[in-house]
Each structure stands twice: as structure tokens, then as C-alpha cells.
């Protein structure tokens, strides 16, 4: 079973793009009818589906979501990259990546998980 591990540059400052990539080990990306996607869950909040990569390389969002970020992937690496743009000083969520093998905007239907990253935005 593939296992997910995101990865991020730990701190940030307000307005700078957020860049974080998650890495597949185990399985690939390419793999047919599997979606790779990006979670986030504030602080006392539940967890927010932000958007996926497809197997073939489509995209999808969230509406609320679609204008700050463009979901890529590196597939010589096995990875895929969430940049988002506009982060504010505002207590961070904790981000995820997670699989399934099918599109899951619900986090309840995604199998794989990755153990999250926190990512600080600082001055």
C-alpha cells in the first residue's frame, strides 16, 4: 500500500507562497483511477478538502479554493505539490495529503493519509 509523506518549508511569511509536496513510496501516482489530494484542518476545526491530481494529471478544487492554488506533479519524484498563495499570520491548519481510488472531496472516503505538516507564517 503506498504511503504519503508531506513535506513543506516549516515557516513562511504573510503574503509569500506556500509551497508543500507530498511524496508516494510504495505505489505511484500514475497508478489508474487513484486521486491524490490536499487536506487542511485548522485549529478545533474539521478537516476541509482543498483539491486533487488525478491519475491522468487532472485537476480539481474546492470552489472556495480554486483561485489560490494549482495542484502540480512531479512524476519522476512520485510527488505532487500544492503551492498556495495569500497565507496570512492567522493560526495555520495543519495540511495533509491523502489518496483514494476515486475523486474524495469528502475526507471521510480518503484511505491513505499522510501524517500532516504545520507550517508557520511568520513576519
Known amino acids: 500500500q503506498v504511503q504519503l509523506q508531506e513535506s513543506g518549508p516549516g515557516l513562511v511569511k504573510p503574503s509569500q507562497t506556500l509551497t508543500l509536496t507530498c511524496t508516494g513510496s510504495g505505489g505511484s501516482i500514475t497508478t489508474n483511477y487513484y486521486y491524490w489530494s490536499w487536506i487542511r484542518q485548522p485549529p478545533g476545526k474539521g478537516l476541509e478538502w482543498m483539491g486533487a491530481i488525478a491519475y491522468s494529471g487532472s485537476t480539481y478544487y474546492s470552489p472556495s479554493l480554486k483561485s489560490l492554488t494549482s495542484i502540480s506533479r512531479d512524476t519522476s519524484k512520485n510527488q505532487f505539490t500544492l503551492p498556495l498563495s495569500s497565507v496570512t499570520p492567522a493560526v495555520p491548519p495543519v495540511y495533509y495529503c491523502?489518496?483514494?481510488?476515486?475523486?474524495?472531496?469528502?475526507?471521510?472516503?480518503?484511505?491513505?493519509w499522510g501524517p500532516g505538516t504545520l507550517v508557520t507564517v511568520s513576519p
Open positions: 491523502a489518496s483514494a481510488g476515486c475523486l474524495a472531496t469528502l475526507p471521510a472516503y480518503l484511505d491513505v
